[in-house]
């Protein structure tokens, strides 16, 4: 192990000093290649015989090594070599596993640089028009390889507390990795420059909502816990009235920065998104709205990094908690009140699922119970108005339903609206007919108790179908199952199936056909997620988090896409590429955000485990 160290030091120290003259006779090369360039390029770039596929396929073969040669070899250090060390024995488990790292990450450095070699040398083509950057970016990632590299050699490297760090850096790294491949997959193609504006739906809010979530979460977090003893194996429950579920997962003060890093890639991401749409759009009101989103969510991030340097710097856990409540109250307000202005723009809460039309009408029924009970003492009247109303309510619902069943039968399917509805009016059919109940064999006492009961449980099904993306962080026991790790593979199967959606159909679509191909991959989807939610119920539900995820995040996505697609008056072959990969790019997104947070759960207890197992002190 020693040896190695000094080997890569060496090594290190030598590709520093020679990275000038690498770069100074790369340049060169480059001026003579531009040269030539300018002489092919007085004959026409007919006569280069390019097309405008040319761009795409720079594109994608770049997306396929970044796929291959990085990112997968990233997984497999992170799942294999760091999480399965836990497995072995002996005193020398920690000095092996930096050692395979080391190895492992030296060849992704490799890689690295054999692109970059080639593309300088010319083998690997280049379309200057579509301008992506190959060399740039994969410089640096070179460097950030190279950070990580350091770390490796250190000669404390072989410590718990080390390798935690280094899982962090490359869990990180294979987020930019990650944000490169969805940069190109989002790149306008090169015969056409379209002009995106926002569509006005509530998919423009989804980036708000998810930064609120989290500085919301936060807060509630070092609120709750100042003063309390709070237990990893212990769920936090819910707060009652806690619309946003807040504070059901709370991570050490310690990991408060790290939370605070996720929010502000959602807040690059954001603003890359914002420039791009920039570039395109001419028409000068739009323009001065989105100037204006960048403007506040730049602002944002700078608040953002201050308090991350904060954190830093900190150590103890009640000073961390009072750093986030008396830095990021205010943050977190002004970010709730922009969320709803942004959902007040696009219908009643912000929903767009045909279930919530169902619900919102029952609660405003449930609603006009309650105010008929204050305009009026005639106990007899309560309860005639109620179960009057209720009756009919329910019988217009069963024929509403009635009628998506004679549908589905002649038809043979129903559209997502219609499957959401007949969910919906089977699900409150029950409780409908025990309000009706309450109003014969009950007292009013007891019906008002059953209306506002009624009330909670529609918003909660109205949470389902629209929003609280808050995931709960389950316990695991030697004797339950790993909810994480089996989450983490199962959500690679739909990533994996959602990758050949994007290549095979959204990325270069040629004709009308590749609209049928993408909607047929989503169905298989919808197969794979309804397969594993029946799986989950059949076990008692003892990982409910995954559950959440798949209908709340997932499955919404995910018929958004399908009802996108299947829209009778679009023009598929006429769609830009962002409009075709806009919405799976979403899908994509929450799958590998989500795959991210459960591998760095999994590897910190992993690494947490080599220290009890062999008594190897951090």
């Known amino acids: 192990m020693a040896w190695l160290r000094e080997w890569l030091c060496v090594l290190l120290l030598v590709s520093v000093a020679v990275q000038g003259q690498d770069e100074a006779a790369a340049d060169a090369e480059g001026e003579v290649a531009g040269a030539e360039g300018e002489v092919a390029g007085a004959e026409g770039e007919a006569a280069e015989g390019k097309s405008a596929e040319d761009g795409d396929e720079e594109a994608w073969t770049y997306v396929e090594f970044l796929k291959s040669e990085v990112s997968e070899k990233v997984e497999v250090i992170l799942q294999k070599t760091l999480y ?190 914002l420039y791009t749409s920039l570039i395109t759009t001419t028409e000068e009101d739009t323009r001065l709205k989105q100037f204006e989103k960048l403007k506040d969510f730049k602002s944002l991030r700078e608040t953002i990094d201050e308090m991350i340097t904060k954190l830093m710097s900190e150590t103890d856990d009640e000073k961390l908690k009072k750093l986030v409540k008396r830095s990021l109250g205010r943050v977190n307000t002004e970010q709730k009140t922009k969320l709803k202005d942004c959902q007040a723009q696009c219908g009643p809460g912000g929903c767009e699922s045909c279930a919530a039309d169902v619900l919102y009408d029952a609660i405003a029924k449930m609603n006009d119970y309650k105010t008929f009970f204050n305009n009026t003492d005639d106990e007899e009247a309560k309860k005639e108005f109620v179960r009057t109303d209720m009756i009919k309510y329910i019988t217009e619902n069963n024929n509403e339903a009635r009628d998506i069943l004679t549908k589905k039968a002649t038809e043979g399917v129903i559209d997502e609206c219609d499957q959401e509805k007949s969910e919906i009016y089977k699900m409150t059919k029950a409780p409908m007919w025990m309000l009706v109940n309450t109003t014969i064999f009950a007292g009013v006492d007891e019906l008002e108790v059953m209306v506002d009961a009624m009330v909670t449980q529609l918003e909660e ?158």
């Open 84 to 273: 399965e060390a836990r497995e072995k024995k002996g005193f020398t488990v920690l000095e092996e596993t930096v050692t395979k790292t080391l190895e492992q990450v030296m060849e992704i450095r490799e890689s690295l640089l054999k692109r970059i070699k080639k593309i300088r040398k010319g083998e690997i083509q280049i379309d200057p028009e579509q301008n992506i950057k190959q060399e740039e970016m994969l410089s640096e990632f070179r460097m950030e390889i190279m950070t990580i590299l350091l770390k490796l050699v250190d000669k404390d490297a072989a410590t718990i507390d080390k390798l935690k760090e280094i899982s962090k850096d490359l869990l990180r790294f294979k987020m930019s990795i990650s944000n490169e491949v969805m940069r190109m997959l989002m790149l306008p193609q090169a015969t056409t420059r379209t002009v995106t504006t926002q569509t006005g739906d509530c998919s423009e809010c989804d980036v708000l909502k998810e930064i609120s979530t989290k500085i919301e979460n936060l807060v509630v977090c070092a609120d709750k816990e100042e003063g309390e003893d709070v237990q990893d194996a212990e769920i936090v429950q819910e707060p009652e009235g806690n619309e946003a579920g807040a504070g059901q997962v709370c991570m050490p003060p310690a990991m408060y920065a790290m939370d605070l890093i996720g929010v502000n890639e959602l807040i690059d991401n954001e603003i890359e998104g």
């Open 461 to 618: 099904l109205l949470k389902q179908y629209c929003g609280s993306d808050v995931v709960i962080t389950v316990r695991t026991t030697d004797e339950g199952p790993n909810c994480e790790w089996e989450e983490y593979q199962q959500t690679k199967e739909y990533l994996i199936k959602v990758d050949d959606i994007i290549q095979e159909a959204l990325f270069k679509a040629k004709d009308d056909s590749a609209q049928v191909t993408a909607i047929l991959g989503f169905v298989d989807i919808q197969g794979l997620y309804d397969k594993r939610v029946k799986k989950l119920f059949e076990e008692e539900l003892v990982c409910p988090d995954e559950v959440k995820v798949i209908k709340k995040e997932y499955m919404t996505q995910l018929s958004k896409c399908m009802a996108q697609f299947m829209n009778g008056k679009l023009k598929f072959s006429e769609m830009s590429r962002l409009q075709r990969i806009s919405c799976t790019k979403e899908l994509r997104n929450a799958m590998e955000s989500r795959m991210g947070k459960l591998l760095q759960f999994e590897l910190e207890k992993s690494l947490n485990e080599i220290e009890t197992d062999s008594g190897v002190q951090a």
